[in-house]
């Protein structure tokens, strides 16, 4: 009898055909081999050639097939060779595909791996394909991984991403001999956007809050942690680089009216840092205007004086940081000014009575002007007129009986009357006394 056949190999046609090819053995010239006996499963076939396509309807990839092959002659039936194979077939649903990024300094690779412990044998991928496009959906690159499945069940493969992409899609295709499988989503990865709203302000006079918005970022490569390098916006300097972990930071600065900072933010992600943002912040800013103020204006027959209470109170902001002074003047129009002041009102919680009366000329429109500071600036001046004064003499006669001998009181009544608006003031008018000789 024959030895058995060599080289016994299968090649799929499709994923329910197979080409099965084989050598003959060694035979004697005057022992020819007449053909060869094939079983496939339950099947057994004879064929003369060294080759033969075996089918199967409606295979299922979860069953071994065996085959084997025996050479004959007119002895008979030689030596078996046998060899096994799943028909192959398309799953229904698609095997889970992880993509993941992995930096090694400007190097991005994907360590890609499939779970294919869900599949019948038959259905195991053969051709795994990952092609990485650009934003534009242009194919910058096409690879193919190894199918080799694990003690695990699961294939996996790393592939390298051009270095010039920042942003790119993965789109990974399986096929097997029984054709294309079902698409997987395309994965995007980009590096992590900007921040936004970055924000600053102070605590207590002595502490830094910093603030910002997290950037839209794919759920699949979400933000790791945040890069806050802190940067003295007057020397250029960097004063400090801190990881983290929330979109809020915090820091102690005794000295931070005398400072301005620049804040420079980059969110990280896998695939590293991000693009940055930045904003500069100083903590001393120039005061608001003041919003009202106390005037009294008192007269008598020859002159008037203003007489001013403007309350402050000073908690430690931007625009009052540690002091802050207030100037007062009162300027008229035919005299000039008539008042000038300066007043340093310090840090206190508990209201300042900034108070004071002044000799203001009659018949003349003046202003008076309130204007606070600091090492910023100054504040809009606060501007409050009042109009020219004259004083109307009115005289209250009284009957009595007095002589002319005798004096009889009199109320002399000072009513202010507005040459501007050509109306009496409404003001309830002082009364003097005097005597007059009837």
């Known amino acids: 009898l024959l030895d058995s056949v060599g080289n016994l190999d299968y090649t799929f046609i499709n994923g329910s055909s197979v080409l099965l090819t084989w050598t003959a053995p060694y035979t004697l010239d005057n022992v020819p081999i007449t053909g060869y006996y094939i079983v496939n499963g339950l099947v057994n076939i004879t064929t003369t050639n060294k080759s033969i396509i075996l089918s199967a309807t409606n295979p299922d990839p979860c069953i071994l097939n065996n085959a084997s092959v025996s050479p004959i002659n007119d002895v008979g039936i030689g030596s078996s060779n046998n060899i096994s194979f799943y028909y192959e077939t398309v799953p229904l649903i698609t095997p889970p595909v992880s993509v993941v990024p992995v930096i090694d300094g400007r190097l991005i690779s994907l360590n890609i791996s499939i779970n294919v412990s869900g599949l019948c044998n038959g259905e195991y991928p053969n051709s795994i394909t990952v092609i990485i496009l650009n934003i534009d959906n242009e194919i910058q690159d096409n690879n193919s991984i190894s199918t080799q499945v694990n003690d695990q069940l699961m294939i996996t493969g790393v592939i390298t991403v051009p270095n010039n992409l920042n942003t790119f899609i993965v789109n990974v295709s399986l096929s097997n001999n029984g054709g294309e499988f079902l698409p997987t989503p395309s994965i995007g990865f980009g590096k992590a956007g900007p921040v936004t709203n970055i924000d600053s302000s102070i605590d207590n006079c002595s502490t830094i809050d910093i603030t910002w918005t997290t950037p839209t970022v794919d759920d699949r490569v979400s933000i790791l942690y945040y890069i806050l390098r802190i940067y003295d916006a007057i020397t250029g300097s960097l004063v400090n680089t801190v990881a983290v972990d929330d979109t809020s930071y915090q820091f102690v600065d005794n000295n931070l009216f005398i400072h301005r900072y620049t804040f420079v933010i980059t969110g990280v992600n896998e695939l590293g840092e991000g693009i940055s943002n930045n904003d500069t912040f100083s903590y001393q800013r120039v005061p608001l205007s003041v919003e009202a103020a106390s005037i009294?204006?008192?007269?008598?027959?020859?002159?008037?004086y203003a007489s001013f209470n403007i309350p402050v109170t000073l908690v430690c902001t931007g625009e009052s940081p540690e002091n802050a002074t207030v100037t007062i003047t009162i300027q008229c129009t035919g005299?000039?000014?008539?008042?000038?002041?300066m007043y340093l009102v310090e840090n206190t919680l508990v209201p300042i009575n900034i108070t004071g009366s002044v000799p203001v000329p009659l018949n003349q429109q003046c202003n008076i002007t309130v204007v606070f500071s600091n090492e910023a600036g100054s504040s809009e001046p606060f501007i409050l007129p009042f109009g020219k004064l004259c004083v109307e003499?009115?005289?209250?006669?009284?009957?009595s009986n007095m002589n002319s001998n005798h004096a009889a009181q009199y109320h002399l009544a000072l009513l202010y009357f507005d040459l501007l608006s050509n109306k009496h003031s409404k003001l309830v008018p002082k009364i003097y006394y005097g005597y007059y000789k009837i």
Do not use: D, P, R
Not at 335 to 341: D, E
Not at 393 to 399: Q, S, V, W
């Open 296 to 304: 009294i204006i008192a007269f008598n027959e020859t002159s008037a």
């Open 393 to 399: 003499k009115h005289y209250l006669k009284l009957t």
């Open 335 to 341: 005299t000039g000014a008539v008042f000038a002041n």
